[in-house]
């Protein structure tokens, strides 16, 4: 059954999370504040040994698990995957299909686990054309994971960055004609706030795995100053070790946000590592 706002009090113990019985949260030095990740070649994966794409999505899945618990384990504070596009609808209707039900399997098996390891969910994308069970679904994930600290889980399903941008600007647009702000106070910061990710850091890090060099439509407003790293790898086979040698790769990369390093005029002196 979906769960209802405020609804927490009713939660069986299983179902509640004291985040003080866990381990001190520690963010390794050097790790972000805010990964992003385009979970590619689910499908190559999958035609390299002969299996239908489905089995792909599922051992793609399997990464997704690892990945979640190693972001934990880092420390990490965001971590944002791009599970569904806007423009994945395009897909055969099975294979649609078959994400949704992944999706649904996710949900239903590890959302208690989430919740107990300490992780917010927070589903970024368009609701309003997804199966009312599927926003259910997201919806319960949400409010029962609302009070966790430890890490932020942002699903990017059914959502497209072009299309969130539009969105915003269309809220912004029937907020001047209501007359609440005025056009001339239209700017970067009043945008960014009618985003899905109002609020939330731009990301440090995009890793895209498959050896795809595009950000396909994600997060293309919030990656204005995001490192990118590229592998080779297959997501299925993206695993702990390759996250931990994307991480060190960004953490030897010099940042300098269009400033000069060790200089800067706001009071930040840039150093290459990460400010929250
Ligand atoms: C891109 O690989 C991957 C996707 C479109 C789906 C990503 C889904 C998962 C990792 C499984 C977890 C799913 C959910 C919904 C939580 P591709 O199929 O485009 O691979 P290809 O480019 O090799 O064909």
């Known amino acids: ?3 209802a706002a405020g609804d927490q009090d009713m939660m069986i113990p299983s179902m509640m ?6 381990p001190a949260k520690n963010r390794l030095s050097g790790v972000p504040v805010h990964v992003g990740v385009i979970m590619d070649g689910n499908g190559r994966w999958a ?5 239908p794409r489905i089995e792909g999505h599922r051992r793609g899945l399997e990464a997704l698990r690892e990945t979640v618990r190693t972001a934990i384990d880092v420390g990490l504070d965001y971590l944002t995957v791009y599970s569904f596009s806007m423009e994945n609808w395009n897909r055969p209707v099975e294979e649609v299909a078959d994400l949704m039900g992944l999706l649904k399997r996710f ?8 919740h107990k390891s300490g992780v917010k969910v927070k589903v970024i994308g368009a609701r309003d054309n997804l199966k009312a069970d599927i926003r259910a679904l997201l ?5 029962l994971t609302r009070a966790n600290t430890r890490l932020t889980l942002i699903v990017a399903f059914n959502y497209g960055s072009r299309q969130e941008i539009a969105a915003a600007a269309r809220a912004l647009a029937l907020e001047v004609v209501a007359g ?31 050896g795809e060099q595009r950000l ?5 407003w919030q990656a204005a100053y995001t490192e990118f790293v590229f592998l080779p790898v ?4 993206f695993d702990r070790q390759a996250f931990t040698a994307a991480l060190a790769e960004f953490s030897a990369r010099e940042r300098r946000f269009g400033g000069v390093t060790g200089q800067c005029r706001n009071g930040k002196v840039l150093t290459g590592t990460t400010q929250k």
């Open 47 to 51: 035609a390299k040994r002969g299996l």
């Open 17 to 22: 999370t004291d985040e003080t019985t866990l």
């Open 180 to 210: 609440r702000i005025k056009a001339t106070e239209i700017d970067e910061t009043l945008l960014s706030g009618h985003l899905d990710t109002a609020g939330i850091p731009d990301p440090d890090l995009i890793i895209r795995t498959s």
């Open 1 to 3: 059954m979906p769960r």
């Open 107 to 114: 949900i239903r098996n590890d959302l208690n686990e989430l």
């Open 139 to 143: 919806h319960e994930a949400e409010d």
């Open 234 to 237: 297959h997501w299925p086979d």
């Open 216 to 220: 396909s439509n994600f997060l293309m």
